[in-house]
């Protein structure tokens, strides 16, 4: 997997955490370090660990779908784009936090909700034969920094973008997986 690819898919997985950690920014009454680090620490960590999860479940499966493994590549990447996008365009949240929601189960809870679609990514990347460590890695760290970024952000600007930076996020997916059956679809062809 080429690094763009990669660093692709880094971002595009953060954006879930990125816009929660932009209304997270707007609605603390005070922003400390110790927010910055829980919820990056956190957000980065179950980051890294869905894909791996996701690609151990793929690798047992590998070779039944070796014929169609592109295909299910891009339906399983369009899928979670277009999860992100119902989610931007509809809504799913906007409202204060009731608690602190970079502590205990609040920050567990948003670690798993913003990192379900790396699962996904996980096992296409098992599916296509690519080793997870390496894109575990990144797509954690990236998330663990974007997520820092987006409460620094928010802070600073508000939640007015955090929809559009989902909808951005929803949108490199999809064109990854349209990357992904484009290339395998050509290779093929030749």
Not at 36 to 56: D, E, S, T, V
């Amino acid at each position: 997997m080429d690094i763009l690819t990669l660093l692709g898919i880094a971002v595009a997985l953060a954006m879930d955490a990125f816009a929660v950690a932009l209304s997270t920014g707007l609605f603390l009454p005070q922003l400390t370090g110790r927010h910055l680090f829980r919820f990056g620490f956190h957000f980065g960590l179950f980051q890294a660990l869905m894909p791996i999860l996701g690609w151990l479940a793929g690798i047992g499966i590998r070779r039944q779908i070796e014929a169609f493994d592109h295909w299910l590549a891009f339906i399983l990447l369009a899928l979670v784009g277009g999860k992100m996008l119902r989610d931007a365009w509809h809504g799913h949240g906007g409202k204060p936090p009731a608690d602190d929601p970079t502590r205990g189960l609040s920050l567990v809870l948003l670690s798993i909700a913003t990192s379900i679609d790396a699962l996904a990514v996980g096992l296409s990347l098992a599916v296509l034969g690519v080793s997870i460590w390496t894109p575990a890695l990144v797509i954690g760290i990236t998330t663990g920094i974007l997520t820092i970024c987006g409460m620094l952000l928010g802070r600073s600007i508000g939640q007015r973008w955090s929809t559009g930076v989902e909808i951005l996020g929803g949108l490199i997916l999809i064109a990854i997986g349209v990357k992904i059956l484009f290339e395998h679809l050509l290779l093929q062809a030749h």
